[in-house]
Nanobody, 126 residues
């Protein structure tokens, strides 16, 4: 069992930046693929990015390429999401997710991630 806790969300103006963190506890996530998803009000939870166990095999939603960067520090058991040039449509709750013990996962389907955090709110004002 792993516990995932997101932090770093908040209110930011359009064009600004935020860095989200996802701290894992209870077990190591070093052998797991980690992902970020987001959910806007009234919409389905959607894929944002994922990263393989060794900082390789990163993959992003097409609409976010070039603005968002996912990374991880296995020594700290933490995953990050750097978000730049934020837009109002980036507003939502951002969730960290783990596909435990899957060092490589070629999927953007939330059903393939078995552990989730509680989320952190990101609000981008225009």
């Amino acid at each position: 069992q792993v516990q995932l806790v997101e932090s770093g969300g908040g209110l930011v103006q359009a064009g600004g930046s935020l860095r989200l963190s996802c701290a894992a506890s209870g077990r190591t996530i070093s052998s797991s693929t980690m992902g970020w998803f987001r959910q806007a009000p009234g919409k389905e939870r959607e894929f944002v990015a994922r990263i393989g166990w060794n900082n390789a095999n990163t993959y992003y939603a097409d609409s976010l390429k070039g603005r968002f960067t996912i990374s991880r520090d296995n020594a700290k058991n933490t995953v990050y999401l750097e978000m730049n040039s934020l837009k109002p449509e980036d507003t939502g709750v951002y969730y960290c997710a783990a596909a435990l013990d899957r060092i490589r996962l070629d999927s953007a389907d939330k059903a393939d991630f078995d552990s989730w955090g509680q989320g952190t709110q990101v609000t981008v004002s225009s």
